[in-house]
Structures are given as C-alpha cells and as structure tokens.
C-alpha cells in the first residue's frame, strides 16, 4: 500500500484512449497520481475495477484500477468556496451551441496557487501583503525563477514598494508561497488610503483570480 496514489492505476479517458495520472520513477513512490489535475465540475463520472491485479491495467493496478470520464458537454458553472484560511474557485464554460463537444474548466485557490494585496513588508526575497479577500496577511517568497512585471514592463523585486497593490501566482513549497509571478499594479488610489483612513489599513479594492 502506498499513500500517493502508487497501488492504484489512474486513468483519463479520451475518447476511446485511457491517458495514464500514475507517474513512474517519481520522488515520492513509484506510481504516484496527484487528483488536483481534475476539476470536478467537469467530471461525469469515474468507472472502477478492484480486486486482484490485472495485467491489462497495468504495473500501478495492485489494488484498484479507477477511470474518470471528462463531461462531453457541460453548462457554464462558477463555484465559490472557502474559509476564514483560503477561498477556492472552480469555473467552466462551454459554446453556446449543444453541438460542439468542447469546454474549458478552470481552478484557482486563492492562499495556495494565486494572492493578491497590498504590499505592508519587504524582508529580502520576503514580502508580506494584506487586504486580500479573506482581509487575512499573507506572504509570499521569491526566487531565482520569479518573473515581475508592472503593466507590461519588466520590473525586479527591488522595484516593488511597500503599498504596492500586486497579484502573485505560484505554489506552495516546503509551507512557503513561492511566486512564479508577479504583477505590481502600484499603489491603490489616494496613496493607499483607500477606504483605511490614515494609512490605507482598510481592505483594498478586490483584484480577480488570473485567467
């Protein structure tokens, strides 16, 4: 038994081909399978085969065999969830015309793959921000691989000030947020005294997720 996914062999089925989820040789176990790739708003259904091993599912099947089977259409749906810790959003959309079997499904996890706020601290590669949806703070950490911009123009970490407004997409590593990108808008209207009195403390204006 495994606690990745590794004795269970995961499928995608496209048309009549199964696109295998299970990673062989990967760091955390031979045949791991992450369920993050699915929006499950765009999943009709999921077919299974347990029981004994079955050659024609292949290495990772010991204990189970699971196929998930893609929506051949949908409606357009947005989905708002969350806590006092992150707010999750899952959206599809889909032609208007019941004739065409295509869509798009999208997630974004605000707190886990996308922030936004003003900027409050700068501690080297640090940066500290608040006034995101949940008004929570929260930090982010850049490295090596971070690309900035403001507008269009490419810009550095030196150029992001405290009551900067950006918004930040990346992943979490090792309990840290570490961006991807970042997109500096400036600071909010009236120097960042928006709607905070003395010093901008309010809440600032909501950014939306990235597309």
Known sequence: AGDHGEPIAQYIAVGGYLATNNLSANAHGNGYADPNVF???????????GG????LEGNHSLNLAATYLPRQQMKNFVTLTGDYRDL???AGFAP????KRE??????????????GRVTAI??????????PDHAVHTFVADENTTFRKRRDPVTLADVQV???VRV???????????????????????????????????AAAVPPPQ
């Not at 929006?39 to 085969?49: E, F, K, N």
């Not at 501690?123 to 995101?132: F, H, M, Q, T």
């Not at 309990?175 to 709607?195: E, L, S």
């Open 96 to 99: 208007k015309n019941p004739a």
């Open 163 to 165: 009551g900067d407004m």
């Open 52 to 55: 004994a091993f079955n050659v």
């Open 123 to 132: 501690n080297e590669v640090k940066v500290s921000l608040a006034g995101g």
């Open 169 to 203: 997409e990346g992943a979490i590593k090792d309990g840290a947020f570490v961006a991807t990108t970042v997109a500096v808008m400036g600071p909010p209207p009236n120097g960042g005294q928006n709607r905070g009195g003395e010093g901008g403390q309010g809440p």
């Open 39 to 49: 929006v499950s708003g765009a999943l009709a259904g999921v077919t299974t085969d």
């Open 88 to 90: 999750d959003m899952t």
């Open 103 to 116: 869509w798009a499904a999208m997630e974004a996890n605000y707190g886990k793959t996308w922030l936004m």
